[in-house]
């Protein structure tokens, strides 16, 4: 009878823990690298209402960098980004998705080229937020990537942040 006692408590004794016990989680990172001077757009206004009615649009061509900093797989399936004002908040948002999502890992990156563009609508909010109805204003792109790891567990990148400025030529 004392010796399944014994060996009962031994057990006990043996499966104790004497510290905290860790829990890794290797959860992928995705970095966005860019040139974060200010981006200007030319808006012009196509109607004689003035930026609020037209037509009109300015674009460009945004280059990006994505990295993987943890050496973990992931799997971009899209690029959102918004136009932000200070005082109106997200005045548009677009995003680019891709059919085939792009593999990064930790020794791999990609470089993408994103379509941004403002049209006279948000050039008027943009306007408007300063304060000053002037014909030129200030705001903010946010970019940031959407992916996924090896286990489809979905995850969203660190914003990125470029300033903007819109101008009535």
Do not use: H
């Not at 823990?17 to 206004?45: C, H, M, R």
């Amino acid at each position: 009878m004392k010796y399944p006692i014994l060996l009962l408590l031994l057990l006990s004794l043996v499966s104790c823990s004497f510290g905290p016990v860790y829990v890794y989680n290797y959860q992928p990172v995705i970095k966005i690298l860019a040139d974060s001077t200010e981006a200007k757009f030319f808006v012009k206004d196509l109607s004689p209402d003035g930026w609020w009615s037209g037509d009109g649009v300015d674009s460009l061509y945004f280059k990006i960098q994505l990295s993987e900093t943890k050496k973990v797989k992931s799997y971009v399936t899209d690029i959102k980004f918004n136009l932000v004002t200070e005082d109106f908040g997200s005045v548009f948002e677009d995003r680019v998705s891709f059919i085939t999502p792009l593999e990064l890992s930790g020794t791999k990156s990609d470089t993408l080229t994103l379509p941004l563009s403002i049209d006279e609508r948000s050039a008027y909010y943009v306007d408007l937020s300063d304060g000053i109805n002037d014909n030129v204003g200030t705001a903010v792109f946010i970019i940031k990537a959407i992916y996924y790891d090896e286990f489809g567990k979905s995850y969203e990148s660190l914003p990125f942040y470029l300033p903007v400025k819109v101008i009535k030529p």
